[in-house]
């Protein structure tokens, strides 16, 4: 039996950085109240960081009716992994990485016999086994993942151009 007190993943966060981890991660637009819910806030405070964060540029607010949504702004989300990339990854260690990514596209273009991730679910209509069905919705998802990734990855190669020596991490 373990004496140690449950520790909430709210601990140690104030409530702005408890809202932010929260809007910043939701997978669908999601409003105030749910928010404030997950992060254990008061709806006054989520509404308050919300703006912040949409005045910020990191969060899309959607207003219809009486009810506003939110969601990351997919372009500042964009951006920012692109610059995490740049600064922690260095030319090498991005190349390789998208030849890992072409190998498995490659594989599943062999595999399935198909050259997008559209191909392969319009596939499914003449498949009959279950399991395999599975595999192909699954594969076309990661396939969809991976191109979005590997556009990501060539975006930061092309920082190493524009910005040649401009990196600080700490490898640098």
């Known amino acids: 039996m373990n004496d140690e007190p449950d520790r909430s993943w709210t601990d140690g ?9 929260v809007a910043l991660t939701v997978s669908e637009p999601r409003t105030a109240n749910w928010i404030a819910t997950e992060a254990e806030v008061a709806h006054e405070t989520a509404a308050k960081y919300l703006k912040r964060l949409t005045d910020d540029g ?22 920012i992994e692109m610059r995490e990339l740049y600064e922690d990854h260095s030319p090498d260690d991005l ?5 890992e990514m072409n190998e498995q596209i490659r594989t599943w273009k062999t595999e399935y016999d198909v050259e997008t991730p559209n191909e392969l679910r319009a596939s499914l209509g003449r498949i009959d086994d279950v399991e395999d069905e599975r595999e192909r919705r699954q594969a076309a998802r990661e ?8 556009r ?9 151009d524009r910005f040649p020596g401009e990196r600080r991490s700490a490898s640098a």
Do not use: F
Not at 95 to 99: F, R, V, Y
Not at 143 to 150: F, G, I, K, P, S
Not at 152 to 160: C, G
């Open 95 to 99: 190349a390789a990485s998208l030849e």
């Open 13 to 21: 966060l104030s409530a702005a950085e408890r809202v932010e981890a």
């Open 152 to 160: 990501l990855v060539e975006d930061a190669l092309r920082l190493y």
């Open 143 to 150: 396939w969809d993942h991976l191109e979005t990734r590997r």
């Open 58 to 79: 990191k969060l899309n607010a959607d207003t219809r009716g009486q009810q506003t949504t939110y969601e990351p702004d997919p372009v500042g989300q964009y951006l």
